[in-house]
């Protein structure tokens, strides 16, 4: 398997919510939803969980995902920005 890396755009005050529920080791759905749709979209069958690794400093904030995806599906590597997520 391979990782492929999301990165989702959002504002300040999402990612600091997101940063915060994960390091209550909690997770906030709408964006690991996001990120697994992301990997659909780029043509890539999602192995596992999206797995929050961190919040990017530029503008626009974005939500970095790793997602393990099965090699054996079509499609190239991609970056994916799906939107706006808050």
């Known amino acids: ?10 504002d300040r005050k999402t990612a ?8 209550a080791g909690r997770a906030h759905r709408d964006s690991v939803d996001a990120a697994r749709e992301a990997v659909w979209r780029s043509g890539r069958t ?3 969980e999206p797995v929050f690794v961190g919040v990017s400093h530029g503008e626009p ?6 997602v393990a995806v099965h090699l054996d599906t079509g499609g190239h590597r991609q970056t994916s920005d799906p939107g706006p997520i808050s």
């Open 1 to 10: 398997m391979a990782l492929l890396r999301i990165q989702l755009e959002s």
């Open 16 to 23: 600091r919510r997101v940063m915060d529920l994960h390091l």
């Open 46 to 48: 999602p192995a596992g």
């Open 61 to 66: 904030v974005r939500l970095l995902y790793d």
